[in-house]
């Protein structure tokens, strides 16, 4: 069974940091896609980076793009997300997901696009709460 467990999240003065991490079982990390989403209250869930597990390319949302670092340690199938100046606009719950299908090709649409339909599996997602 496919299982993805987020950790990392909480209240946090805008321009801190927080690293959430994704912790994943029933599945080895080979050719396929993670990626972390958010989702505000009000908002529909937005991709806001994604990682290949096979070869490590990355895609982020123009929104955190020089502020958010996605990697992953494939040896213990994690994936973390490195979020530095966050700002009170990065509040919501952030989820893990993962693309599992045996198709390259997916995993690749799946990082390029770092889109939600493109996952197969995902978590139950941590807050995060950017306030002073």
């Known amino acids: 069974e496919v299982q993805l467990a987020e950790s990392g999240g909480g209240l946090v003065q805008p321009g801190g940091s927080l690293r959430l991490s994704c912790a994943a079982s029933g599945f080895t990390f080979d050719g396929n896609a993670i990626g972390w989403f958010r989702q505000a209250p009000g908002k529909e869930r937005e991709g806001v980076s994604c990682?290949?597990?096979?070869?490590?390319?990355?895609s982020y949302a123009d929104s955190v793009r020089g502020r958010f670092t996605i990697s992953r340690d494939n040896a213990r199938n994690t994936v973390y997300l490195h979020m530095n100046n966050l700002k009170p606009e990065d509040t919501a719950v952030y989820f893990c997901?993962?693309?599992?299908?045996?198709?390259?090709?997916?995993?690749?649409?799946?990082?390029?696009?770092?889109?939600?339909?493109?996952?197969?599996?995902w978590g139950q997602g941590t807050q995060v709460t950017v306030s002073s």
């Open positions: 997901a993962a693309e599992v299908s045996p198709s390259g090709l997916h995993a690749i649409l799946a990082v390029t696009t770092c889109a939600a339909s493109t996952m197969d599996y």
């Open positions: 990682v290949s597990a096979s070869d490590g390319s990355t």
